[in-house]
């Protein structure tokens, strides 16, 4: 497990994201050194948000993030691809010296090839969707289409900003203090099945100190109330930004029982899924 901690600046990343998506219409984000999506931007088009909110699909968005991540082979600069399912995105890393700080992404949109064409291309990748590819049809064909020339120069723009963002501090490493590295593999790793002992064989640090270390994050609770506390907080995110089942809600944050997370959610949130995201959706 890393040793430096990644401290994102996530209002002005955030704010610097939402006005380059005003000013050329594109999508960036911010990929964590893993590739793990750090939820600056929430404005997909709707063919991403279909996938995403079908279990098996936010699995496969995320096995690609990951893998693009790994695979990065560009001396500097994007590297440009297509997703698991065909849609074009790029992909560039912030340093900090040698080492990624952070990735910046930029997509999904489609090139200026025929939209029939790539849509064939994509249909061809969807034998998995529960209703059949047509059923995407649609959401498929409100992507932007965007030329060579229009992306490489918005993906320019994005290469000198990113001198930017490290100038302005907006993405910063440090080193971890023990009870930084148990929040982090608590945020990383909290959807798994975890106990005392695994928590401290995989950090290395003993139960007792384990212990000490979780009362003191959770305000002196137990290294269990502090896992639950990880789970229903994304849980509240998955109720109130996705449409997912509660039981698919529950197994996506490391809950396979329906009643189970049920009760866990009501000691910690004080009311039930279901009012929960009632209360937030309307």
């Known amino acids: ?167 302005k501090g907006m993405i910063l490493a440090t080193e971890q203090t023990d009870l930084q590295k148990l929040e982090l593999y608590l945020d990383e790793h909290y959807m798994e099945k975890l106990s005392l002992a695994s928590i401290s064989r995989e950090m290395h640090i003993g139960r007792t100190k384990l212990c000490t270390l979780a009362k003191e994050l959770s305000g002196g609770h137990t290294l269990s109330y502090l896992i639950a506390q990880r789970r229903i907080s994304a849980a509240k995110r998955l109720l109130v930004q996705s449409s997912l089942p509660i039981s698919a809600v529950a197994e996506q944050v490391g809950i396979s029982d329906y009643n189970y997370f049920s009760k866990v959610f009501r000691s910690i949130a004080g009311t039930t899924p279901t009012a929960f995201r009632k209360e937030f959706r309307g």
């Open 1 to 167: 497990m890393s040793e430096t901690n990644i401290f994102f600046d996530q209002k002005q990343l955030r704010k610097l994201i939402a006005n380059l998506k005003i000013l050329t219409g594109v999508s960036a984000n911010i990929l964590d050194p893993d590739g793990r999506d750090i939820n600056l931007f929430r404005g997909h088009p709707p063919f991403c948000r279909a996938i995403n909110d079908l279990p098996e699909g936010h699995r496969r968005c995320v096995a690609c993030d990951q893998y693009k991540i790994q695979h990065y082979t560009a001396e500097s600069g994007f590297q440009f691809y297509r997703c698991h399912l065909g849609i074009c995105e790029a992909v560039m890393p912030l340093y900090d010296k040698k080492n990624p700080l952070a990735y910046l992404a930029v997509g999904c949109y489609l090139d200026g090839e025929s939209i029939e064409k790539q849509w064939e291309h994509t249909r061809g990748l969807l034998d998995w969707w529960p209703d059949g590819p047509d059923a995407l049809k649609d959401a498929f064909f409100q992507f932007h289409q965007y030329s060579r020339q229009e992306i490489q120069a918005y993906t320019e723009t994005l290469e000198a900003l990113s001198a930017y963002i490290q100038l």
